[in-house]
C-alpha cells in the first residue's frame, strides 16, 4: 500500500512498471495524444507553441537558478531548439506517432540534462504561499453553504483553481496574489458546463453530513500547485473524506511546469492540516494516501504508472483525473473498472477545438461504470 499522508518518506518505491490497475482494458489501451506532425498546420502551431514557451520556462530558471546558471540555461535552449528543428523543417525522424506527450519530453530533457530540475519553483512556491493564506476563508465558506450547493461549488472551485498553468500561454500571467478566490469561483462559466455530467455526479452524492459516500476509495490524479491543488483539489478531497471515502492523491514523481509533486503534496497537506482539524483528523485516520504516479510529464500515459500507485489503487472504486493534460489531452476516451470523473478548465484553443469547445471552458465528464447484470458471468 501507499504511505498515508503523514507518513511519505522519500525512499519509495518509483519503479515505472505497468498499465494502471483501473483501465477496463489495458491491451486496448492508448493515449488520447495528437499526432503533431499530421498536418503541416498542427506542427507548426507546436512546434511555436513549445519554443515559444520554452523561452519563457529559461527566463523563470534564471530567476529559479540565478546568474551562476547562465550557461546550462543556453545549453539547455540549444538542445532543445536543436531537437525542435528537424521537426520543424520536416526532417525528424525519431519516434512516430509525434504527440504532446514526445515534445513535452524532449523539453524535460533539454531542461534535466542541464540541472534545470524545477525553473517554475519560485513560482509554484509562491503561489501555495498565496493559496494557503485563502484556504482557511475558502473553506469556511464551503462550510457554510447549504449541503445542496456545496458540492456544485466544490467542483467550480477546482475549474477556478485549475487557471494557475504555467503550461499555456493564455494563463501564465495568472496569480493567486492578485484574485480572491472566491471571486474566481464567481468568474467560471455558468452551467450547463461544455462538458456536463455534473448531475449524474451529484445523483451519487450523499448531501447530509455523516452520510457515506458511495465509494469506499478514489484515486485523484492532481495536476498543479498553488489554488489548483490547495484551493481546488484539497476541498473536494476532504469533502469525499468527510464522506467516509478514503482519499489517494496520486501525484507527479518529478517536477514539470508547475505541476505539484508527490513530494510536495504531502508538505503541503501537513501544512493545511494546521489551520483545518478536520483535514488533520482525516490524516490521523488513515484517510489520506499520497503516491507518486511514476511519472514526469503535465500529461500522463496509464501504460505507464509506478507499482506504488497501483498498489494504493488496487481497492479503489472511483477514479478522479484533473487537468487539461491527464484529461482532454491523454485521457479523453479512457474507460475505467470504477466510476470515473474528468475535470478540467480548458486553457488552449486548439486543445478546446478538440472537443468543440472554446478557452476557459468547463469539463465535467463523469463516466459511471456500467454493469451489464444481464451479462452472464462467464461463457
Ligand atoms: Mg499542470
Redesign the pocket.
Known amino acids: 500500500m501507499g504511505r498515508a499522508a503523514n507518513e511519505y518518506s522519500k525512499d519509495r518505491c518509483t519503479k515505472l512498471m505497468s498499465h494502471f490497475c483501473l483501465l477496463a482494458d489495458p491491451a486496448a489501451y492508448s493515449v488520447s495524444d495528437v499526432d503533431v506532425l499530421i498536418n503541416d498546420q498542427q506542427r507548426d502551431y507546436w512546434v511555436k507553441l513549445f519554443a515559444d514557451h520554452f523561452e519563457q520556462t529559461l527566463e523563470s530558471a534564471l530567476i529559479a537558478y540565478g546568474k551562476t546558471h547562465t550557461r546550462p540555461i543556453d545549453a539547455a535552449r540549444r538542445q532543445f531548439t536543436a531537437s525542435l528543428a528537424p521537426i520543424r523543417d520536416g526532417a525528424y525522424d525519431g519516434e512516430k506517432p509525434l504527440g504532446i506527450i514526445g515534445l513535452c519530453k524532449l523539453r524535460e530533457q533539454a531542461l534535466r540534462d542541464h540541472g534545470l530540475h524545477d525553473p517554475f519553483r519560485h513560482i509554484k512556491r509562491r503561489e501555495n504561499e498565496s493559496a494557503i493564506a485563502q484556504y482557511h476563508q475558502v473553506i469556511r465558506h464551503l462550510t457554510a453553504m447549504p449541503d445542496e450547493l456545496r458540492w456544485e461549488r466544490i467542483i467550480r472551485g477546482i475549474f477556478a483553481g485549475n487557471i494557475f498553468?504555467l503550461?499555456s500561454p493564455a494563463t501564465m500571467g495568472y496569480t493567486t496574489d492578485s484574485v480572491d478566490f472566491d471571486e474566481s469561483i464567481d468568474r467560471i462559466k455558468p452551467r450547463p458546463w461544455l462538458v456536463d455530467g455534473f448531475d449524474a455526479f451529484m445523483d451519487m452524492l450523499p448531501l447530509a453530513a455523516g452520510d457515506p459516500a458511495p465509494w469506499a476509495k478514489v484515486v485523484i490524479f492532481v495536476?498543479?500547485a498553488g489554488a489548483d491543488f490547495i484551493l481546488g483539489i484539497m476541498p473536494l478531497a476532504r469533502q469525499l473524506a468527510g464522506h467516509a471515502t478514503r482519499v489517494v492523491l496520486a501525484a507527479n514523481e518529478h517536477p514539470s511546469?508547475?505541476?505539484v509533486t508527490a513530494d510536495e503534496a504531502v508538505d503541503l497537506i501537513q501544512q493545511l492540516g494546521e489551520v483545518d482539524p478536520d483535514l488533520a483528523g482525516y490524516v490521523e485516520a488513515g484517510l489520506f494516501e499520497v503516491v507518486s504516479t511514476g511519472n514526469d510529464i503535465?500529461l500522463i500515459d496509464l501504460s505507464d504508472v509506478s507499482d506504488e500507485l497501483n498498489a494504493a489503487a488496487d481497492d479503489a472504486d472511483f477514479v478522479i483525473l484533473e487537468?487539461m493534460?491527464r484529461t482532454v489531452e491523454s485521457n479523453w476516451n479512457t474507460l475505467f473498472d470504477t466510476d470515473a470523473l474528468q475535470l478540467c478548465l480548458l486553457k488552449d484553443p486548439d486543445i478546446a477545438a478538440r472537443i468543440n469547445g472554446e478557452l476557459f471552458d468547463c469539463v465535467c465528464k463523469f463516466d459511471p461504470v456500467e454493469f451489464d447484470e444481464d451479462e452472464p458471468e462467464a461463457e
Open positions: 498553468d503550461g495536476d498543479n511546469l508547475n505541476d503535465p487537468g493534460g
